[in-house]
């Protein structure tokens, strides 16, 4: 299927690796130019190149933290104007509700609630005014099923999907959509090095944690990085106009909820 989107340029966060590289992969793949970033330039600018050899786009690296005012700033200084945005940023550390102070909520918040509506504000209204717009909101499959000693990520990026909400129903007119992709167990750096965490902790072998976890999800593996980019291709694509304001599981049926 052709996605209709050759030639748009997109903002990916967090894309140097796991979902946010699956992501741009996946949009250049479509002929998309990405403009992607990371806090490490290093892994960045290996990805970019990957890209780049594997689609022939045009691809931008901006080394940045967005979760910083200066950050968001060199992002959109770099492409003022996207026809995409993919916002993700790393979730809040996991711990008990007790130990949590003030700080660690603010921080969580400004990471996984503020930063994305600051991008969003900051490109949505040039979006509808061009007629064409696809935002989506990397979060977590603890916005339908909360995750115990995840509490600061359950609370920040609920936030943002009811910030969002209303946005999302007033830029459909202008086709610009506004969806949540909420990603359960994927081969990532991040689960594999919470994986051996765990083993390290019960003093097991990587390999029987690995399987364990993976028999916890119901399609019994973990999801790839490819198939989470080719989900959030199809929303940016121009088929996918009909689809806004939906939080959007990827998770293997680990929901236990109603369909």
């Not at 990371?38 to 990957?50: H, M, S």
């Not at 700080?103 to 969580?108: C, G, H, I, Q």
């Not at 973990?222 to 291709?233: D, I, K, Q, S, Y």
Request: hydrophobic share 40%; aromatic share 4%.
């Amino acid at each position: 299927m052709d996605l209709g989107i050759k030639g748009r340029t997109a903002i990916v966060c967090a894309a140097s690796k796991g979902l946010g590289k699956g992501c741009a992969m996946a949009l250049a793949k479509e002929g998309v130019n990405v403009v992607i970033s990371a806090r490490g330039k290093e892994a960045l600018e290996v990805t970019a190149d990957e890209i780049r050899k594997a689609t022939g786009v045009e691809v931008t690296t901006v080394v940045c933290d967005v979760t910083t005012d200066a950050g968001r700033k060199a992002l959109l200084a770099a492409c003022p104007n996207p026809d995409i945005l993919i916002n993700n940023a790393g979730g809040p550390p996991p711990g008990d509700f007790k130990d949590f102070d003030e700080a660690a909520w603010r921080l969580a918040v400004e990471g996984n609630m503020i930063t994305p509506i600051a991008l969003i504000k900051a490109v949505v209204y040039g979006m509808m005014d061009r007629g064409y717009g696809r935002i989506v909101n990397i979060t977590s499959a603890s916005i339908k099923n909360p995750i115990a000693s995840l509490e600061l990520s359950n609370g920040a990026r609920l936030g943002l999907t009811g910030a969002v909400a209303v946005l999302a129903r007033k830029t459909t007119g202008k086709n610009v959509t506004i969806n949540g992709i909420l990603p359960g167990p994927f081969d990532t750096d991040r689960l594999r090095n919470t994986t051996k965490g765990l083993a390290e902790k019960a003093g097991r072998p990587l390999a029987d944690v690995e399987a364990e976890r993976k028999m916890a999800v119901p399609a019994k593996r973990f999801g790839t990085t490819e198939e989470f980019g080719a989900t959030v291709a199809f929303l940016c694509s121009a088929h996918a106009g009909y689809i806004t304001g939906q939080n959007i599981l990827i998770d293997g049926g680990g929901y236990p909820g109603p369909l």
